[in-house]
């Protein structure tokens, strides 16, 4: 590795934790997006229990709380949580931060940077990223970004609390933890656009000698993918959080409208701007970042699926075309999330048919990878559990998304709880779900060793029954008219007849929560002392499994030369059932 | 670096690609200020835009002449160490540079002078948009004139020759974008 742009480091700081290695950065960013997943669920945690009680009932004595009431009410103060109930500004500052913390801090990091960082240049036959210092660069201006999210709960008044999607003009009235919010999301848009150039340019420039695009496993296409997307979209949010911080700080009204009451007399700005030209700006990125949730989860679970049924992928060129059609066609829906917001007829017509469109290359996907399972013999081991769970979750969360991309549905359900049961069920036991089985499938490949079975598949019922439980009665909820971002919405009686769901909710997530804890355990406890992993664990075909677990600094012992596509698995008249794509014969 | 554009798959170096995408998220940032401007000058119904004649269009015809003769001079300055003449490249790079530094002086006038005709940032939409725009753009002028004298610091020390001098190539891309960045704000805001 002559011509390798770094010497290996030998110093515990260069090593670990300044490192400029893809795959020390890669684990970096698995373990912070891990932790934050972890915040922004007790954040939800704290929200569920306060939504299952809203209101004290009629054995309240505000002398005897009670263990967990009394806890809560003494770890969250008076100002918060008076008598361990939610204060309605801090049920805000949660959902807000809940949001923005699992997407920005939590799910994207870890589908795109942690899993793109390790896995991307081993699977093209890469010894590391193009750009390795701007890679570190990458994480640290995250980890800061990150830092500054957290900090505006120090903020007077509070963190931002205005909905992750800070809807003007309400977020500009709001406290300052709202210009907290902008900072840190302008330092996580510098982040992931250092990270977006950097895998651009690596999948493009960077492949080993054969490996085509037309070999390429579909994981390194979906992070191609994902990263135009991200390149793309984040700088137009990034111009809508200018303009924001500039009506927050600066006194312009790009935000706000002339004459707009605030309280009980005038705003005092020249006005004249238009509030739904941030709810543009915003979905414009926003759209395309649903996108950059899933489209990571889908190129695991293709992944997965090709080892653990030892079978070609079914229609590897269709899943290529249909990611790349669904992310350019990600770019042109991002209004139906405005059908209530005043749209003329005609343009929500067309975001009506755009968004029907995307439907079909996202259909697609999902058939080809329930093909891929037909006629064959399938290991059902952890990572493939959550590969296999991943389909019908995100079956639901797919089509449970049209009547919300119909305008005349839309009107009635929209800022619903069936909108939340929708996007929850494409992220949560969709996406994360395809991550977790992630984390188990390439384990053995970071640290060497696997992960237990047994407790992978403990992790793993837990999970789905605890999630299952929490997204589904949201949907009943929802359709009874149930709305969002309400700390108490017994405070509306139509809400009583569904009310009672939210106890099965708070029952669901603590179900999910418990059954964390295996997977916590197993986690820390297979880096020391899993059963040892070789070289190809599974059995794979790709190229991450041609060099050592783990591999050392700069990946391959000899450049790996690529012979043929990512998924030759029983081919016939082979005794093995499996190629490697760097076997010669 | 292993960055030798004969042993990449697309033929361009990384640093060349690298760029090249990074411009394209430059032209979806300032593509969507712009388009925020566009509509609501078009859409809004208090937006009041100044008379030309205090919008100063002398001066900014002269500042877009400036910029553009600094682009012309980058050019010049790749063109010099094609051929292998460090000695040109640095004196076109500080031709380059200088450009960037009048262009600087100009708009600071420009700018005490709007502020003080009432044209502020708070006062008028049109003036938030101008103070925007215009401002972000006034910070790639510096960042590039910070990338162009790191590039002349690195041309004196030797770093450049006729076969490898991708860094002033991608540079002068950057340039080149600031450029036509202006060019495009000139006309949305002074003349139309």
Redesign the interface.
């Known amino acids: 590795m002559s011509d390798h742009g770094h010497a290996a480091p030998t110093g515990f700081w260069r090593k670990y934790i300044f490192s400029v290695d893809h795959k020390v950065i890669g684990i970096q960013y698995l373990i912070t997006s891990f932790l934050f997943l972890l915040v922004g669920f007790s954040m939800m945690l704290l929200m569920r229990y306060q939504l299952a009680w809203p209101q004290p009932g009629a054995d309240f004595d505000p002398e005897n709380l009670g263990l967990v009431r009394g806890f809560i009410a003494w770890l969250f103060g008076e100002t918060n949580m008076p008598y361990g109930y939610m204060d309605p500004t801090f049920y805000n500052q949660l959902g807000a931060m809940h949001g923005t913390i699992m997407i920005f801090l939590g799910v994207v990091p870890l589908g795109v940077a942690a899993f793109g960082n390790f896995v991307l240049p081993l699977q093209i036959g890469a010894e590391d990223m193009a750009f390795p210092r701007l890679n570190m660069a990458s994480y640290w201006v995250y980890f800061v970004g990150s830092v500054v999210m957290m900090s505006s709960f120090l903020a007077p008044g509070g963190a931002a609390q205005s909905g992750w999607t800070s809807y003007a003009p309400l977020s500009v009235v709001a406290p300052p933890g709202q210009t907290i919010w902008l900072i840190a999301m302008v330092l996580i848009i510098t982040s992931s656009l250092l990270g977006s150039i950097n895998f651009i340019v690596t999948t493009l420039n960077m492949r080993a000698k054969g490996m085509t695009l037309g070999r390429l496993p579909v994981f390194c296409w979906v992070q191609l993918v994902t990263a135009v997307l991200l390149l793309l979209a984040f700088p137009v949010l990034e111009a809508g959080a200018v303009l924001q911080l500039l009506d927050r700080v600066a006194g312009t009204s790009f935000y706000i409208p002339k004459d707009m009451i605030y309280g009980d007399s005038v705003f005092p700005r020249a006005g004249g701007g238009s509030p739904l030209l941030w709810q543009h700006l915003f979905w414009f990125l926003a759209h395309p970042e649903v996108y950059v949730l899933l489209l990571p989860a889908m190129g695991i679970v293709t992944e997965i699926i090709a080892t653990n049924t030892r079978k070609p992928i079914f229609g590897y060129k269709e899943l290529v075309g249909s990611f790349v059609l669904i992310g350019a066609l990600s770019f042109v829906v991002w209004a139906h999330h405005m059908f209530v917001s005043g749209m003329r007829t005609s343009i929500a017509n067309l975001f009506v048919t755009t968004t029907m469109t995307i439907s079909v290359p996202s259909v697609a996907v999902l058939s080809c990878l329930l093909l891929s399972l037909r006629g064959a013999q399938i290991r059902f081991n952890t990572p493939m559990l959550f590969a296999l769970a991943f389909l019908p979750m995100f079956g639901i969360g797919g089509l449970t998304g049209l009547p919300l991309g119909y305008a005349p549905t839309d009107l009635y359900l929209h800022d619903t709880y069936y909108v939340i049961g929708h996007f929850h069920y494409v992220v949560a036991p969709g996406s994360l779900v395809a991550l977790l089985g992630g984390t188990y499938y390439w384990f053995p490949k970071m640290f060497g060793r696997k992960m237990n079975e047994g407790l992978g598949k403990l992790h793993f019922t837990g999970t789905l029954i605890g999630m299952n439980l929490v997204f589904f009665p949201m949907f009943f909820q929802g359709m009874w008219g149930m709305q969002r971002r309400l700390a108490d919405p017994t405070l509306q009686w139509h809400n009583l007849p569904v009310q009672g769901w939210s106890t099965v909710i708070l029952a669901g997530a603590l179900i999910t929560a418990v059954a964390q804890i295996p997977f916590i355990f197993n986690f820390f406890w297979s880096i020391w002392s899993g059963e040892k992993a070789g070289e190809n664990p599974w059995q794979a075909t790709t190229l991450e499994w041609a060099c050592p677990s783990p591999p050392p600094h700069g990946n391959f012992v000899t450049p790996p030369v690529v012979h043929r596509g990512p998924y030759e698995y029983s081919v016939p008249g082979r005794k093995a059932d499996y190629w490697p794509q760097s076997d010669a014969a | ?4 554009a004969a ?4 033929g ?1 170096s ?1 640093a060349k ?2 760029t090249w ?2 411009l ?3 032209v ?6 712009i388009s ?1 401007y566009v ?2 000058r078009s ?5 009041f835009v100044p008379p030309r004649a205090m919008m100063g269009v002398p001066l900014a015809t002269l500042n877009t002449f400036v910029l553009i003769s600094s682009s012309v001079t980058m050019v010049l300055a790749i063109a010099a160490i094609q051929a292998g003449n460090v000695a040109k490249l640095k004196n076109y790079l500080l031709c380059t540079i200088g450009g960037g530094a009048i262009f600087l002086c100009i708009k600071a006038y420009e700018y005490n002078h709007k502020w003080h005709e009432g044209i502020t ?5 049109f003036g ?1 948009f101008y103070y ?1 725009l215009t401002g ?1 753009h006034m910070f790639h002028v510096i960042g590039g004139m910070g990338l162009l004298g790191y590039i002349y610091w690195q041309a004196s020390r030797g770093h450049f020759t006729a076969a490898s001098h991708d860094r002033v190539e991608c540079s002068g891309l950057y340039w080149h974008l600031v450029d036509l960045v202006w060019v495009l704000l000139f006309p949305i805001l002074y003349l139309l």
């Open positions: 670096m292993s960055a030798h042993s990449t798959n697309t361009l990384h690609l690298g995408a990074f394209a998220s430059e979806m940032l300032f593509g969507g200020l925020a509509i609501l859409g809004s119904g208090h937006f940032i708070s006062a008028s939409l938030s925007t972000l």
